[in-house]
């Protein structure tokens, strides 16, 4: 929260040439010490480490389970050890399944059996490891065997589903081929079967990631005709985390649900392949001509299907209890030892993932580094710092997901908030998180320099939105999901945030055999400028939250965002409602019917339902309340708080972002708790704000969107009773 103390007056100190500047969260005489603190940690950060332990960590391929992603995280232990952090590493059990037969096949007209390899290039010796390099496929993929007619979906997601069937195209019964991107991958396998399709193929095409994005690898940084993307297809959007331990710690001895009762597991077997696969694939294909924005940037005219082209895909896989290797390193504080701020990064990688995630995970050691090494020296930060390297995140957040299901009751009440980083790279500074973080943030981001233009970060960021058309707010988006920060925020209820550089780092390396250390050196991040910006960007985070005299949560921000969420929701019902008033109308003169080409086998819509009007007054009235309270809340200085109050005002705040989530969760996903931010249905990694609400409207579901309304009027309501409660612990 902010307070009155803590406008953007300058103090200029006559005669020495420096200011102390006002911080949120910091008394007077105490911001000038932190700014302090801050600029000595920043001169310590050195980018040759960060290269150096690049250099190590993605030696070798290290995914789940493997000899080198131990030895990693027992190196990276070590290292924290002898930077004086108490570290131990938490070890959970958890399902991986690894490819043991991958087969697919054009079966007619013309038969092709598709590589499922990539090639090792010149000048990257990693690439070169063989067998050693984890064969692509899609974990959490279901064994099974399906030979069918093929269908091109495009992206595979919902829209392209209503195009199929104004298409008349049906594909029960058959296979698809999606193209990557469009949505997260998890989507298209699972809608693909909700629609009755018996298999699912993805590609990568050139269009996104290859060649007509740049010269592919190793001229350039995109994908070559091989490069193939691995990746999870696990249903994350209903719980992530090991699949057969929702919602509970997977230890040694936990109980399990049979692998096929698991149901983030996919019903369909689904396989990624590479565009050289793909071509003959989709040069078979005949039936209509896919529509212009489907088209991709091979050099054939994408037919939709479905067949002649007739595929057969067969998938098998060891499916293994494989152990996963957090290591949690703490570095206890001075004042406040039991509120805790913590830093994680995942550690385990696809292949060697010099990007994802080595690039994040070096950043994130050496802003450990030189907190420790500072600590030693008398400067140790007032509240616990935790560092955390978290194992088996590719395959579905997995290591975080247990850790905090394992761990959360302590993290409910010790845990101010949860930093999260992954791949990083050239470019602009982007953050999402919790909105009462916002004004923190935006404060951080005005000290830190960007490396190329000598700006600030959060100066360049607000340029480039502005040269494309947007406003000049610092803001951070809302999280869904894609990576270790959902456990934290989505289920314990811990304000998080994420952030990292990028924009200015594009290629075709995801999840393929060629993110490694000459890719990531020549092509992301030439120097590790943009390592060391993130280590001093989120060191920043982690030191004021740890030092602040009141922890830095600011409402007013907090408040007009939830009320942007809400407009934004009533006026897309009012929108969706015009909208079915006129195809409604449009239908019943036959317009759509008149204006076809007879020639083209191109069904008529039919009428849609009429939308209701829903009452959102509970939702407006609890958002003005909660408003006016707020107001009164940030008007209120505790600079001369005294120490007992202020040590109760810190107590309240922590635990002020669980006033957001409940026990009940989301419909058909209690899991997800938050009521503001959740990944979508069926979005995946794309964020949903007011998911109740939103969701059930998109669906269409009106008596669930009625209901949705009353329970966010409820948290609203709860929010408000809290603030009462600061307010009352600020006097
Ligand atoms: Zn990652």
Redesign the pocket.
């Known amino acids: 929260m902010t307070q009155k103390f803590i406008s953007f007056t300058l103090i200029f100190l006559l005669g020495l040439g420096t200011y102390a500047q006002s911080i949120t969260g910091f008394k007077s005489e105490n911001a000038a010490v932190q700014l302090e603190l801050e600029s000595q940690f920043e001169s310590r950060l050195k980018a040759e480490n960060l290269d150096v332990w690049m250099q190590r960590l993605a030696a070798e391929p290290h995914w789940v389970g493997t000899e080198y992603g131990k030895k990693n995280a027992e190196w990276m232990a070590e290292q924290f050890r002898s930077w004086g952090y108490d570290t131990k590493i938490e070890t959970y059990h958890v399902l991986f399944p690894y490819p043991k037969i991958r087969e697919l096949e054009l079966v007619s007209p013309d038969p092709y059996t598709a590589k499922l390899t990539a090639v090792p290039v010149e000048g990257d010796p990693y690439t070169a490891q063989g067998e050693a390099l984890l064969p692509s496929y899609n974990a959490f993929s279901t064994d099974g065997e399906a030979e069918a007619d093929l269908v091109f979906v495009n992206y595979g997601i919902p829209r392209d589903y209503e195009e199929l069937e104004k298409m008349g195209i049906d594909v029960k019964g058959k296979i698809v081929i999606a193209k990557y991107y469009g949505s997260w991958r998890g989507i298209k396998p699972k809608l693909a079967a909700e629609k009755g399709a018996i298999g699912c193929i993805i590609y990568s095409d050139p269009e996104d990631d290859g060649y007509v994005r740049g010269d592919v690898y190793p001229e350039g940084a995109f994908k070559n005709k091989t490069g193939v993307q691995r990746g999870s297809v696990m249903d994350m959007p209903l719980y992530p985390g090991d699949v057969l331990t929702p919602g509970y710690a997977a230890k040694k001895d936990a109980k399990r649900l049979d692998r096929k009762d698991a149901p983030t597991i996919t019903k369909i077997p689904v396989l990624p392949i590479s565009y050289e696969d793909a071509l003959p694939l989709l040069s078979a294909l005949k039936g209509p001509v896919a529509p212009n924005s489907w088209k991709g940037g091979l050099p054939i005219t994408y037919h939709v299907g479905p067949g002649p082209a007739k595929v057969r895909i067969k998938l098998e896989f060891d499916w293994k209890i494989t152990p996963a290797h957090n290591v949690i390193a703490m570095l206890e504080g001075s004042t406040y030892p039991d509120q805790w701020v913590m830093r994680g990064n ?1 550690h385990d990688a696809w292949v060697h993932g010099a990007n ?2 080595v690039s994040g995970m070096v950043a994130v050691m050496e802003e450990a580094r030189v907190i420790g090494e500072m600590a030693k020296q008398g400067k140790r930060p007032k509240r616990t710092v935790v560092y955390a390297a978290w194992d088996a ?2 395959p579905g957040l997995i290591g975080s997901t247990e850790w905090v299901e394992d761990h959360e009751k302590e993290l409910q009440a010790k845990l101010v908030a949860y930093i999260n980083t ?2 990083n790279g050239r470019g602009f500074f982007g953050a999402g998180g919790s909105h009462t973080l916002q004004a923190m943030v935006s404060e951080v981001a005005d000290a830190v320099t960007d490396p190329q233009t000598g700006v600030s970060i959060k100066e360049r960021r607000i340029a480039r939105q502005l040269a494309g058309g947007g406003n000049a707010n610092f803001e951070l988006s809302a999280l869904g999901s894609g ?1 270790d920060y959902t456990p934290f925020i989505q289920h314990a209820g811990i304000a998080s945030l994420n952030i990292g550089f990028g924009g200015e780092n594009a290629g075709g390396e995801y999840h393929t055999i060629y993110d490694t250390y000459p890719h990531y050196t020549r092509f992301k991040d030439p120097g590790f400028a943009y390592g060391v910006a993130l280590a001093n960007t989120a060191g920043r985070i982690v030191l004021r939250m740890a030092n602040a005299d009141v922890l830095p949560f600011e409402f007013k921000q907090w408040h007009a965002t939830v009320s942007e969420y809400l407009k934004e929701i009533m006026e897309e019902t009012e929108s969706r409602r015009k909208e079915v008033k006129r195809h409604n109308e449009l239908v019943a003169r036959k317009a759509y019917a008149l204006a076809a080409d007879p020639r083209e086998n191109i069904a008529p819509p039919n009428k849609k339902e009429e939308i209701p009007y829903l009452d959102f007054s509970p939702l407006q009235n609890s958002l003005a309340r909660l408003g006016e309270r707020i107001e009164e809340l940030e008007s209120l200085s505790p600079e001369s708080l005294s120490v007992e109050k202020q040590k109760a005002l810190n107590e309240a705040l922590q635990g002020t972002e669980q006033i957001l989530t409940d026990m009940t969760g989301l419909p058909r996903r209690p899991w997800f708790r938050h009521r503001l931010y959740a990944p979508g249905f069926y979005t995946g990694y794309g964020v949903k704000t007011l998911p109740g609400v939103r969701e059930a409207i998109e669906q269409e579901n009106w008596k669930e969107a009625q209901e949705q309304i009353g329970i966010l009027a409820r948290t609203l309501e709860r929010m408000d009773q809290q603030v009462i409660k600061l307010i009352g612990l600020s006097k």
């Open positions: 995942h994802d995630p995140e590719e992954d791949s990576s």
